[in-house]
C-alpha cells in the first residue's frame, strides 16, 4: 500500500521556522514520482505550497511562500522535506504531503487535482 506520512507541524512564533517531513512507502521515487506540500487553512480551499521531483530536484513554489520555503529530498529515505524560515501568521494551515505520478513540479504546486496519493496532515500554527 502506498502511504505518505506527513510530520513536524507545532507551534511557532511569527518569524520561527519549522521543518516538515514527508515519508513515502509503497513506491520509489525512482518510479518518476513528484511530490508536493499543500495546506489548507480554516474556510479556504487547499492550495499548492511547493513541488520536487525526487528523481532531479527539480523544485517550484508558490509566490507566497518563494524565498522563505526550501523543498528537499533524500531518496535513499523516500522522503521529502519542507524548509520553513521566516513564518508568518498567515501560514498557519493544515499541510499535506501528496504525490503524483509523471507531473512537473509547476503542475503539482498550481493543481491540486493530479495528486496520485494524499497523506493525512499536519498542523503548523504560527503565533502573532
Known amino acids: 500500500d502506498v502511504q505518505l506520512q506527513a510530520s513536524g507541524g507545532g507551534l511557532v512564533q511569527a518569524g520561527g521556522s519549522l521543518r516538515l517531513s514527508c515519508a513515502a512507502s509503497?513506491?520509489?521515487?525512482?518510479?518518476?514520482?513528484?511530490i508536493g506540500w499543500y495546506r489548507q487553512a480554516p474556510g479556504l480551499e487547499r492550495e499548492g505550497v511547493a513541488g520536487?521531483?525526487?528523481?532531479?530536484?527539480?523544485?517550484y513554489y508558490a509566490d507566497s511562500v518563494k524565498g522563505r520555503f526550501t523543498i528537499s529530498r533524500d531518496n535513499a529515505k523516500n522522503t521529502v522535506f519542507l524548509q520553513m524560515n521566516s513564518l508568518k501568521p498567515e501560514d498557519t494551515a493544515v499541510y499535506y504531503c501528496?504525490?503524483?505520478?509523471?507531473?512537473?513540479?509547476?503542475?503539482?504546486?498550481?493543481?491540486?487535482?493530479?495528486?496520485?496519493?494524499w497523506g493525512k496532515g499536519t498542523q503548523v500554527t504560527v503565533s502573532s
Open positions: 520536487i521531483t525526487p528523481i532531479d530536484g527539480t523544485a
Open positions: 501528496a504525490a503524483g505520478k509523471g507531473l512537473h513540479p509547476v503542475v503539482v504546486v498550481t493543481s491540486t487535482g493530479g495528486m496520485d496519493y
Open positions: 509503497g513506491f520509489s521515487f525512482d518510479d518518476n514520482y513528484a
